[in-house]
């Protein structure tokens, strides 16, 4: 059974290359977005991550100071 081969017009390829070219130009902000916010996320929890140090240092010095009256 021989198939026949399959001719495309090259207008079929530039639609082809347009959608592409298209789908990337819409891809790239939606990526830039999304690393922005995974930023943005991981500074806030270094800061949350600082807070909570700084009050576990605060709860043991505290303790410190109790032992010791």
Known sequence: MAV?????SAGEDVVGWIAACVLVALLLPLL???YL?????KHEVKQQIEKMEKLRRQI????????AT
């Open 37 to 41: 916010d995974v930023l943005e996320a």
């Open 60 to 67: 043991e010095q505290e303790k410190r100071n109790d032992k």
């Open 32 to 34: 830039g977005m999304l």
């Open 4 to 8: 026949p081969p399959v001719h495309k």
